[in-house]
């Protein structure tokens, strides 16, 4: 059910997804820009410190008989070996490789590797510093700088490098972004509760129109009354309107329905009793057509009037009141067999619909079962979720067949000719629950009669 729900179509899904996708994308770009921003800063930094490095250098090296001299530099880390902090004097020897004159002694007994295309980037932008990584004497990662620089008296320029080792700042680059993801972690969970919200408080009106429709539809309210915004009070003025017209083509299909009525059963009676005053075969052939046409009639009448109440607006019956109404009425009408009608009802029970079809429907059943019974009749009814309820009445006559259930049911069908009735009860029965959406279900009953199942719709 879950997974069908997540299939279906959902505009407030819809909505947060749109939101979450493009805010948790501003928020993964702006992440990746301040870490980036936060190591190009970082290195920006680190650059300078090599550059003085290589000033000092530049500024304090001589130059004596054709051989380079290295200032005496006051730097301690370079003067500790091993220290992280490296510098390297350097030219370019015959084999267009460069080679080490002067080195500091945190180097120790190592060198400098710089890239073999170090040499082609000096010489095509002369005076400006080329960067470049490397591998120091512990294997440490170096970010190191690389100078060019000519001096009289010296047929190769010399190269001034500085380096130090970069995992401090590659650890505080990993740190900015470890804070920073999770601050942007909370940052998106916030996002994404915000969003939910907005969408919910949103989608609030619809919310509510959907409970007023579904009042209408209950037969709770005649029209939807609520107050919404602009957006949707077009939509429900619309579903005010469209109430309202159905009402309306509901009461001219009952008034059609009470003047066809009126203009067939009034020739229909006329025909009976002129027949009645004119003994003979024929007579009796036109009294028994006419009682079966004003039979046929009635039924469908009754039909046509079910349903169109059907579609028109919700009502709301009282089960109880009806099934206590029926029950005092055949109690009555069936005394000298001694019948006991005993009837229950769920609290609280509603059937969706008018109390005139509840009425024939439950009479009918009920009726039915004071006829074949022995002298007892039970009549349940209980709801079936919030939609639906079940009426059931039993008897402790003698039942039918699965065969004679199946034929009980058609118009007109009686299994006992001798029995008085048109025959149509369980037929009326039938016809009234299938316009309501219901069904009709013939069972043995546990007193040893017969056990009719209405399902019908159940109102709030």
């Not at 501003?26 to 800063?41: C, D, I, K, N």
């Not at 530049?58 to 130059?63: D, E, K, L, Q």
């Not at 129109?209 to 005649?222: H, M, N, S, T, W």
């Not at 469209?242 to 001219?252: C, F, M, S, T």
Request: hydrophobic share 45%; net charge negative.
């Amino acid at each position: 059910m879950i997974a069908e729900a997540l299939r279906r179509p959902s505009l407030a899904r819809r909505l947060v997804l749109v939101a979450l996708g493009w805010s948790l994308s501003a928020l993964v770009v702006t992440a990746l820009l301040l870490a980036l921003l936060f190591q190009q800063a970082a290195l920006r930094r680190f650059d300078l410190t090599l550059s003085d490095l290589i000033d000092n250098l530049t500024a304090g090296a001589t130059v004596d008989q054709g051989q380079v001299y290295a200032p005496a530099l006051t730097d301690e880390r370079a003067l500790r070996a091993y220290s992280g902090r490296y510098w390297e004097i350097a030219e370019k020897g015959p084999d267009q490789k460069i080679h080490a004159i002067v080195r500091s002694r945190s180097l120790w007994d190592s060198e400098l590797h710089p890239p073999g295309d170090l040499l082609q980037r000096l010489a095509a932008d002369p005076g400006k510093p080329a960067t470049f990584m490397a591998r120091g004497p512990l294997n440490e990662p170096l970010r190191a700088l690389a100078r060019q620089q000519t001096y009289p008296g010296l047929a190769t320029p010399v190269i001034f490098m500085a380096a130090e080792d970069r995992s401090p700042i590659d650890r505080d680059v990993r740190a900015f972004v470890a804070w920073t993801a999770g601050a942007f972690l909370l940052l998106g969970a916030g996002l994404l509760a915000a969003v939910i919200i907005q969408v919910r408080v949103g989608l609030r009106p619809l919310y509510v129109l959907q409970r007023e429709v579904d009042d209408v539809r209950r037969g709770k309210a005649e029209r939807i009354q609520g107050e919404f915004p602009i957006e949707l009070t077009p939509l429900s003025e619309e579903l005010n309107a469209l109430v309202a017209h159905n009402q309306e083509v509901v009461e001219r299909q009952r008034t059609h329905v009470g003047n066809l009525a009126h203009a067939l059963k009034t020739p229909i009676s006329v025909m009976i009793a002129e027949a009645g005053q004119q003994p003979g075969s024929l007579a009796d052939v036109v009294s028994r057509q006419a009682e079966v046409m004003r039979q046929h009639v009635d039924h469908h009448l009754r039909r046509a009037r079910a349903a169109a109440r059907t579609q028109g607006q919700g009502e709301r019956t009282d089960v109880s009141e009806v099934l206590d109404e029926l029950a005092r009425t055949l109690e009555r009408m069936f005394s000298d067999k001694g019948v006991r009608i005993d009837w229950d009802a769920d609290e609280d029970l509603y059937f969706q619909g008018e109390r005139q079809d509840l009425m024939e429907i439950a009479g009918n059943a009920m009726e039915n079962a004071c006829k074949w019974c022995q002298g007892k009749v039970r009549v349940r009814a209980h709801g079936l979720g919030h939609e639906r309820l079940l009426l059931t009445v039993e008897d402790d006559g003698p039942g039918l067949t699965p065969d004679e259930r199946e034929t009980v049911v058609l118009r007109g069908a009686r299994l006992d000719e001798n029995a008085p009735g048109s025959g149509l009860g369980l037929s009326i029965i039938d016809e009234l629950a299938r316009a309501y959406r219901g069904t009709l279900k013939l069972e043995d009953s546990s007193l040893g009669g017969l056990k009719l199942a209405i399902d019908l719709p159940r109102a709030a």
